[in-house]
Structure formats: C-alpha cells, structure tokens
Nanobody
Framework: QLRLVESGGDWVQPGGSLRLSCAASGLRFESYAVGWFRQAPGKGREGVECITRSGGEIIYNESVRGRFTISRDNAQNTAYLQMNSLKPEDTAVYFC??????????????????WGQGIQVTVSS
C-alpha cells in the first residue's frame, strides 16, 4: 500500500529554517516525481516545487526561489524540502505528493495521484 508521510514541520521565527521530509513506502520511489504543495488558511492548495525522477528541480512558486530547495534520496525513499529565510507568508500546511512526471504547472494537481496527510509549518514572531 502506497503511503507518504511528511515530517519536520514546526513553529519558527521569521528568517529561520526548516527541513521537511516526505517518507514514501509501498512504491518504487525512484520511478516517481515528487511535489511539495502548501495550503494556507482560507486559501487553495498551491504548488511549491517538484523534483523529477532524475533529480531535476522545478519551482512552481516564485516566492520561494532562492530560499527553498527540493531534493531526494532514493536509497532512503525520501524527498526533502529545505526551507530557509522563512517568512510569515510561508505559514501553511505542507503536503508532498507523487506523480509520474512533474507537470509544467503547479496548478496541475490532478497529475499527483498520491498525497501525504500534510504537516503544519508556522512562521511567526
């Protein structure tokens, strides 16, 4: 049974850093692209970044460029989202999800078939 579990969410002050992890089981992890999404209170789910099967990074949200980095460790069946210089507007529930390929746009959430349960990231002073 395919399962994705996010971890690493926390409360952090502005300017701080967090690393989110997405641990996968029940699938051949290296055969899937992995995306990170987030949903702030009262807002829709938005794409953040996606990593291709070969490790290529696709940024869906320009507000994270230069601050967030996506990576993966196929040996550990885990994907990561390193978040630096965090801002209050980064506060959201973050989700990871798998797809056959990273879609061109982060709005194409339909391409992602399996999702984690989400984890809270709060940035405030």
């Amino acid at each position: 049974q395919l399962r994705l579990v996010e971890s690493g969410g926390d409360w952090v002050q502005p300017g701080g850093s967090l690393r989110l992890s997405c641990a996968a089981s029940g699938l051949r992890f290296e055969s899937y692209a992995v995306g990170w999404f987030r949903q702030a209170p009262g807002k829709g789910r938005e794409g953040v970044e996606c990593i291709t099967r070969s490790g290529g990074e696709i940024i869906y949200n320009e507000s994270v460029r230069g601050r967030f980095t996506i990576s993966r460790d196929n040996a550990q069946n885990t994907a990561y989202l390193q978040m630096n210089s965090l801002k209050p507007e980064d506060t959201a529930v973050y989700f990871c999800a798998t797809a056959e390929e990273c879609p061109y746009s982060g709005k194409n959430v339909w391409a992602f078939k399996s999702w984690g349960q989400g984890i809270q990231v709060t940035v405030s002073s």
